[in-house]
């Protein structure tokens, strides 16, 4: 008699994925994989501009830690995934702003203080979603709650002078005596931020840098380019010059928005913080007229800020357009503190001159 086994049901084997499938499916967790790391983690960046030189060059390459402040919930979900502004290479936008999320900032182990080298998005760009504005990069001097004030280009905050970064750098007009070799002078002196007006030029260099040029046999004279107190510049912030007689080298006093601080609202606060009650705060239909502001129709005499806010400026003090020249940076608008330089490559330099090896995993400070 034959006796039948049972035996378990018997699978068909998978068939294998084909080649266009796995290499899918790798970039797939790669790119998954890369965004959650770039969200959560770190970012590298680099530096297009010279307004913290010498602190950081034109250059330099950064891993910036969200991990500091808190990574921050996305708001423009809809995004082509490791882009910013636009798909790579082109002008095409990458992202739709159709959908928009309320943001959230998840823990960090610490907060943003006096001194740390800051990136964020730049507040005023209205052009784009604020999480997609492009990146700045600067020192925060003050925090919310703070007083800052500027008196005879050194920093004061809440009546306290603050120590320059060891690398500080301001505006000179030095005047040769007759022709100079450029290149040799400027490259000798560690002096990249320049530019020819008539009858010499204008270097932006640390003070001890422009003392020793004085004392060089080829240097007429080398003048510090400061602006005098009670001389209003319209170009910085608030831009009333009839109201408010500041300049980038005297500034202030300016007491920086802190959540839950409720202000009054009259015709010497009106006008600096307008902008962050109309732009930062999520209100509807604010409208200011004069020195009134009026939400959803209605005047308001007091107004609590829903968020903290910042204040930056560039350690290059006399060629950085920050906080002095547009105002405060909201809360959501951090994006990460600048800990680490991984590479840096000078533009100019060259072949064989062109990686600054002695720059190369140097922690910001």
């Excluded at 999320?101 to 907060?111: E, I, N, Q, V």
Aim: glycine letters at 6%.
């Amino acid at each position: 008699m034959n006796i039948k086994m049972l035996t378990k049901t018997e699978k068909k084997p998978k068939p294998p994925k084909s080649f266009f499938r796995e290499w899918g499916d790798a970039i797939l967790f790669a790119v998954v994989a890369a965004t959650l790391i770039r969200w959560a983690t770190f970012e590298a960046y680099t530096i297009p501009t010279p307004s913290m030189e010498k602190s950081l060059l034109v250059g330099d390459y950064l891993f910036v830690s969200k991990l500091h402040y808190g990574p921050r919930t996305p708001r423009t979900p809809l995004q082509v995934p490791l882009t910013h502004q636009t798909i790579w290479g082109t002008n095409i936008p990458s992202y739709s702003d159709a959908f928009q999320l309320k943001s959230h900032r998840l823990p960090g182990f610490s907060s943003v203080k006096n001194g740390d080298v800051v990136v964020f998005n730049y507040p005023p760009e209205d052009q784009y979603p604020a999480d997609l504005r492009t990146n700045y990069i600067k020192r925060c001097i003050g925090i919310a709650g703070d007083k800052v004030e500027v008196r005879d280009m050194k920093v004061y905050v809440n009546d306290k002078l603050q120590h320059d970064p060891e690398k500080v750098q301001y505006s000179y007009y030095l005047i040769p005596k007759g022709p100079i070799n450029e290149q040799v002078v400027f490259e000798a002196n560690d002096i990249t931020d320049v530019s020819l007006v008539q009858g010499g030029y204008i270097i932006h260099t640390s003070e001890a840098t422009a003392q020793k040029l004085r004392g060089e046999d080829f240097i007429k004279e080398v003048q510090l380019l400061k602006d005098p107190a009670g001389v209003a510049d319209a170009t910085v912030y608030p831009n009333m010059p009839s109201r408010f007689k500041w300049n980038k080298d005297n500034y202030g006093p300016l007491q920086i928005p802190k959540q839950g601080q409720t202000i009054q609202l009259d015709s010497m606060t009106v006008p600096l913080y307008e902008t962050v009650i109309r732009k930062y705060e999520g209100n509807n239909k604010v409208e200011v007229r004069g020195d009134q502001i009026f939400v959803d129709g209605e005047e308001i005499k007091s107004y609590t800020f829903k968020q903290n806010y910042y204040f930056m400026m560039g350690d290059n003090r006399h060629n950085s357009a920050d906080s002095r020249f547009w105002g405060f940076v909201p809360e959501d608008h951090i994006v990460g503190k600048a800990v680490l330089i991984w590479m840096s490559a000078n533009p100019n330099g060259g072949v064989g001159g062109k990686i600054r090896w002695n720059r190369i995993f140097n922690v910001i400070k």
